[in-house]
């Protein structure tokens, strides 16, 4: 048996038993990535053999299955699935346990059973596998040497699946370009029903219905390329789909069954001229299949964790000059879905800001059952439900790298009848969940994480929930916000004392719902049990975004550049008083009122920065803008020290330890402290910096080149599109000379 398969490289001999597409393509790229010595194929057909042959598809053919399976190092069984137990029968005296054998079928609990069948039990030396790739062609002529490249390959192991035999066929498809994942049996043929087999039966079914109507030539004649692109599949080969059908036969009618019951609500919608329910449908399908992939990253058949690896390459120097706007703040438009969704009519949103984390707070309350139109240039429509209107999810809500959607949603969704979980990506499942947690079981809640204190949450349904009085040990406007969430739903009173300000965003926004909330102080009161009404909401330029492009301006000589409609919420202007403390020349002009929150012009030039000892009642002021203030600090003369921030160390990276890495690599002296940071300003040099996935870190340092004495590399920046979708434009619109490539893979 193998010992060590990295070391199999190549293999000897690789059996292919079945050659068509699916087997001819996998010899392909065995062939093409020097992964074995010698191809041999077995076929009932001659023709086939010596057609592959011709193709240089195979090294060897070989019509007698035990002669062709002696010998081999792997055996690949690529025979419609109908035919598994027979070939399988038939090669058995072949096998003595040196060969691994693995196959391509598409219905692994039949495969399975094939192989009990025959042997009694499924040998350990047995892979079942199923590559999710294909084509509409079949036969061996269809085969392509890179069919599986960037391809998804599902394995579907069984506990006593020898280790050295799945390494073995792991790497075969991981050689040839393929993405290997594993599942159980059971959930591959659950989810294959779903998103391979019912969308082929219902092509099938599609075409041949059309096909009987008396005006079929008509109907074909004048499809358009939706109908050719759905209906595509209905040319695949009909023997290998009646087989598969037969085969996951009990998956293939429940989910028929799921389909059939929501093709009766769309056509009684539609029969009743529900506009309602309409959109709700369309909506949810339009914007669910890119969701899912997101949502599913953990799951195996569908994209990993694994990303490309975006890479900025921020040139020195450069300038910032111009006016701009940057995208609609964060906070807000998570607020201003929840809120929506929960209010009585309907909400309108303008200035939305359309990054993946604000994406799944909305893409959750359509799983909720909200329809919700948009966003369309930033523009939403939420057909609020009202406060208890709010439907079971069919899944656990999948939040992506979102602290503050988790953190929310725990609160409103402790108090519903229904049970959910909230998951998140490898990022968010490291973030500590127990500062809502606490709260909420004081309320009555029953919330689960890990031991850890880390999710995903698990929130039991049909809890009643008390009010309660809670002082914060620690400011967090998402701590805060939660408790008033669920406080909604409490019996009597909820009151938050917090330490410090935090953004207030969620007490402004309930009375612009008409909810009364009463501040006296540091403390936040609401009484449970009232309703929200729907309203217009247009929400302000994102200061957080905003603050990249004012130490932009900062700190390079001739700058002047103004940034347009920026939210000026007292609770969050920490940067800007920061940054005039420290010297800075901040104007804030045209001062306004837009749907309750304060918004401002604000223009920046070049000044002189100084190094200041940050006084500690800006930090909460100020939390999510500190990675690009260190930036400022590195070009002030003299010592910038921050302190009573440990919070930085918990957000989607350790800010504080990253940020001085990042630094240190430059050239400047930052040393990081448990709960700030202590940097010497002066003269600082390019380099390459990590930002371990974290938006905030990249764009610190993208704006950091314009005074570094070379160019800057910043690794793992993909996530920037989570808080500020163009960023890398707006950054050359005012003049900053920033690059991206895509390189590699890269699990940041």
């Known amino acids: 048996m193998l010992k060590d398969a990295s070391l199999v490289q190549p293999m000897n001999r690789v059996t292919i038993v079945g050659l068509g597409l699916i087997g001819g393509s996998f010899a392909l790229g065995l062939k093409a990535h020097g992964l074995c010595n010698e191809i041999v194929g077995c076929s009932r057909s001659q023709s086939t053999l010596d057609k592959g042959l011709q193709l240089g598809v195979i090294d060897r053919a070989e019509p007698d299955i035990l002669k062709a399976v002696a010998g081999a190092d792997l055996v690949m069984l690529a025979a419609p699935i109908g035919s598994t137990e027979t070939l399988l029968r038939a090669m058995a005296p072949a096998l003595d346990g040196s060969a691994?054998?693995?196959?391509?079928?598409?219905?692994?609990?039949?495969?399975?059973?094939?192989?009990?069948?025959?042997?009694?039990?499924?040998?350990?030396?047995?892979?079942?596998g199923h590559p999710i790739a294909g084509s509409e062609r079949s036969g061996v002529e269809a085969a392509k040497v890179d069919l599986y490249q960037n391809h998804k390959v599902i394995l579907t192991p069984l506990p006593d699946t020898d280790p050295d035999a799945l390494n073995l066929v792991q790497h075969a498809w991981s050689g040839i370009g393929a993405e290997v994942l594993t599942m159980s049996v059971e959930q591959h043929d659950s989810v294959l029903a779903?998103?391979?087999h019912l969308p082929h039966l219902l092509a099938f079914s599609l075409v041949d219905t059309l096909a009987k109507e008396d005006e079929n030539q008509e109907i074909f004649r004048y499809a358009a390329g939706g109908f050719r692109d759905f209906t595509r599949i209905a040319s695949s080969d009909p023997t290998m789909w009646h087989d598969i059908f037969i085969a996951n036969q009990q998956s293939i009618l429940d989910v028929i069954g799921h389909f059939s019951r929501g093709l009766e609500v769309f056509k009684a919608a539609v029969e009743q001229q529900d506009s309602q329910a309409m959109l709700g449908i369309m909506t949810r399908a339009k914007v669910a299949r890119d969701h899912f992939t997101k949502m599913l990253a953990k799951?195996?058949?569908?994209?990993?964790?694994?990303?490309?690896?975006?890479?900025?390459?921020?040139?020195?120097?450069g300038e910032v000059k111009g006016s701009i706007r940057v995208p609609g703040d964060k906070s807000i438009s998570h607020r201003s879905i929840m809120m929506g969704s929960l209010a009585d009519g309907v909400t309108e949103v303008f200035g939305f800001l359309e990054g993946e984390d604000s994406l799944a707070t909305l893409q959750s309350?359509?799983?909720?059952?909200?329809?919700?139109?948009?966003?369309?240039?930033?523009?939403?429509?939420?057909?609020?439900?009202?406060?208890?209107?709010?439907?079971?999810?069919?899944?656990p809500l999948?939040?992506?790298?979102?602290?503050?959607?988790?953190?929310?949603?725990?609160?409103?969704?402790?108090?519903?009848?229904?049970?959910?979980?909230?998951?998140?990506?490898?990022?968010?499942?490291?973030?500590?969940?127990?500062?809502?947690?606490?709260?909420?079981?004081?309320?009555?809640?029953?919330?689960?994480?890990?031991?850890?204190?880390?999710?995903?949450?698990?929130?039991?349904?049909?809890?009643?929930?008390?009010?309660?009085?809670?002082?914060?040990?620690?400011?967090?406007?998402?701590?805060?916000?939660?408790?008033?969430?669920?406080?909604?739903?409490?019996?009597?009173?909820?009151?938050?004392?917090?330490?410090?300000?935090?953004?207030?965003?969620?007490?402004?926004?309930?009375?612009?719902?008409?909810?009364?909330?009463?501040?006296?102080?540091?403390?936040?009161?609401l009484v449970g049990g009232g309703s929200l009404k729907g309203t217009t909401i247009d929400v302000?330029?994102?200061?957080?975004?905003?603050?990249?492009?004012?130490?932009?301006?900062?700190?390079?000589?001739?700058?002047?550049?103004?940034?347009?409609?920026?939210?000026?919420?007292?609770?969050?202007?920490?940067?800007?008083?920061?940054?005039?403390?420290?010297?800075?020349?901040?104007?804030?002009?045209?001062?306004?009122?837009?749907?309750?929150?304060?918004?401002?012009?604000?223009?920046?030039?070049?000044?002189?920065?100084k190094g200041i000892h940050i006084?500690?009642?800006?930090?909460?002021?100020?939390?999510?803008?500190?990675?690009?203030?260190?930036?400022?600090?590195?070009?002030?003369?003299?010592?910038?020290?921050?302190?009573?921030?440990?919070?930085?160390?918990?957000?989607?990276?350790?800010?504080?330890?990253?940020?001085?890495?990042?630094?240190?690599?430059?050239?400047?002296?930052?040393?990081?402290?448990?709960?700030?940071?202590?940097?010497?300003?002066?003269?600082?040099?390019?380099?390459?910096?990590?930002?371990?996935?974290?938006?905030?870190?990249?764009?610190?340092?993208?704006?950091?080149?314009?005074?570094?004495?070379?160019?800057?590399?910043?690794?793992?920046?993909?996530?920037?599109?989570?808080?500020?979708?163009?960023?890398?434009?707006l950054s050359r619109k005012v003049g900053m000379k920033l690059d991206v490539a895509e390189v590699g893979e890269s699990n940041g």
């Open 100 to 128: 691994v054998v693995t196959d391509a079928g598409s219905v692994k609990g039949n495969v399975v059973a094939a192989a009990k069948a025959v042997f009694g039990k499924v040998p350990n030396w047995f892979v079942p």
């Open 194 to 196: 779903a998103t391979s």
């Open 299 to 317: 799951r195996a058949y569908s994209k990993t964790m694994t990303e490309k690896n975006v890479v900025f390459t921020a040139h020195r120097g």
């Open 365 to 395: 309350f359509r799983d909720l059952g909200v329809t919700i139109e948009g966003p369309n240039n930033g523009h939403v429509k939420v057909y609020g439900v009202g406060i208890h209107g709010l439907l079971p999810p069919h899944g």
């Open 398 to 525: 999948y939040l992506g790298n979102s602290g503050t959607s988790m953190r929310l949603l725990a609160g409103l969704l402790s108090a519903q009848k229904f049970d959910v979980e909230l998951t998140g990506d490898e990022s968010l499942s490291r973030r500590p969940m127990g500062r809502v947690t606490k709260p909420l079981a004081m309320m009555g809640a029953k919330v689960d994480c890990r031991e850890d204190g880390t999710p995903p949450l698990k929130i039991k349904g049909g809890q009643p929930l008390k009010g309660i009085h809670y002082d914060m040990p620690m400011a967090s406007a998402q701590v805060k916000s939660c408790v008033l969430l669920a406080g909604l739903y409490a019996e009597g009173v909820t009151s938050v004392t917090e330490p410090a300000p935090t953004r207030d965003h969620t007490e402004r926004m309930l009375r612009g719902f008409g909810y009364p909330v009463t501040t006296e102080g540091n403390k936040i009161t």
């Open 540 to 609: 302000p330029a994102d200061i957080s975004s905003a603050a990249f492009f004012m130490v932009a301006a900062s700190i390079t000589p001739g700058a002047d550049l103004t940034l347009q409609h920026v939210g000026i919420n007292p609770t969050r202007v920490g940067v800007i008083n920061i940054l005039n403390a420290m010297g800075g020349n901040l104007e804030v002009l045209n001062r306004r009122e837009v749907g309750g929150e304060p918004v401002a012009d604000i223009r920046i030039q070049h000044a002189k920065l």
């Open 615 to 729: 006084p500690e009642d800006q930090v909460p002021l100020a939390i999510d803008e500190f990675p690009v203030l260190f930036v400022a600090a590195a070009c002030a003369e003299g010592t910038t020290v921050l302190t009573g921030a440990e919070e930085l160390r918990v957000k989607e990276s350790d800010r504080i330890q990253v940020m001085a890495d990042g630094l240190q690599a430059l050239g400047v002296k930052a040393d990081p402290t448990p709960d700030g940071i202590v940097i010497e300003g002066g003269a600082y040099g390019g380099g390459t910096v990590e930002s371990h996935g974290d938006h905030r870190i990249a764009m610190s340092f993208a704006v950091a080149a314009l005074r570094a004495g070379g160019n800057i590399t910043i690794n793992n920046c993909a996530n920037v599109a989570t808080s500020f979708p163009n960023f890398v434009e």
